[in-house]
């Protein structure tokens, strides 16, 4: 006789966690040690529509998916940047009463390497392209929106952009245009 429940039943799916996550929760589900420190930066944005802002982020920016144990949350890596995606709900809920919503004037700013082409591709996408490619001394820059509203720029470095090293690195030697090419 069959369990009548066992056609309501989910498949479980396996996922591949980055090696680095994999690792830390082994050790510290072995109670082995404690994490390893870490450089990488967060930025958590909230979202009304979570798949529409792992789609954006995800085949539009190159975003790695590391995580997305609920309709609620996705973690998310470019590089050393992590990037929380979260539906604000009753966890973020301030003393207030109020919840966090999308949007707003703080960014995170990625960096590419051919800021007219990366443009032209995100509008064929349909992602909403802010302004137009402005030039400042170092960067040359974009402004985009996520799908719930929050802002995203897009910068190419230029001759003279610095870069902060990390300790016992050599530091980054700003770009060289043709003009400034050596001899």
Known sequence: MSDP???L?????AIEP???FAAAL???IQ??????????????????DLD????????????????RPSPTFAMLYRGDLRLLLSVPGEPHLLPDGTLPAPGGHNRISLLVDDLAAEVA???RAGAQVQTEVAGGVTVASVLLQDPAGNPVELIEPRAGYHERTRRGTQPTQPRQTEE???Q
């Open 52 to 67: 529409a802002a792992v789609a954006f982020y995800g085949e539009l920016l190159g975003f790695d998916v590391e995580l």
């Open 31 to 48: 109670g082995t040690g404690r994490p390893a420190a870490r450089d990488t930066a967060t930025v958590r944005y909230f979202v009304d």
């Open 121 to 123: 591709v995100l509008r």
């Open 9 to 13: 039943r989910l498949p479980v799916v």
């Open 5 to 7: 429940l066992e056609r």
């Open 26 to 28: 082994l050790r510290q």
């Open 18 to 20: 980055r090696a680095e």
């Open 180 to 182: 400034e090419e050596p």
